[in-house]
């Protein structure tokens, strides 16, 4: 069993640090390639681009908590959370809809 998961291709858990914009200020956020890939999914699902998703993020979060102490922990927890509850493009617009949100494309 463990070689399924330690046999996986490096470049899955090798870092990435990619420059992002975050309430006007620019910051740079260090995540395994493979979450990048998961948030570039959850951004597409949204319907906005990544810049965009992350800083509506971070301000959601900020609104909802009154600090952001770990930003790339919320990020890899959104992932996690993206593929356990098997997310589509219904049940995201479903809870847009009910939040009262626009839908995504």
Do not use: K
């Not at 463990?2 to 858990?13: H, M, S």
């Not at 570039?40 to 681009?49: L, R, T, Y």
């Not at 909802?64 to 992932?79: Q, T, Y």
């Not at 098997?86 to 009262?100: I, P």
């Amino acid at each position: 069993m463990c070689r399924v998961f330690a046999g996986q291709d490096p470049a899955n858990y090798a870092f990435e640090t990619r420059s992002v914009r975050l309430m006007g200020h620019s910051t740079s956020v260090r995540l395994e390639a493979r979450f990048w890939a998961v948030l570039e999914q959850i951004a597409e699902v949204q319907g906005m681009a990544m810049g965009r998703f992350l800083s509506l993020l971070y301000e959601e979060a900020l609104e909802i908590h009154g600090e952001v102490g770990n930003f790339a922990s919320l990020l890899r927890c959104c992932c996690l959370n993206f593929l356990e509850l098997d997310f589509d493009r219904q049940a995201l617009g479903a809870a847009a809809c009910q939040a009262g949100e626009a839908v995504p494309a």
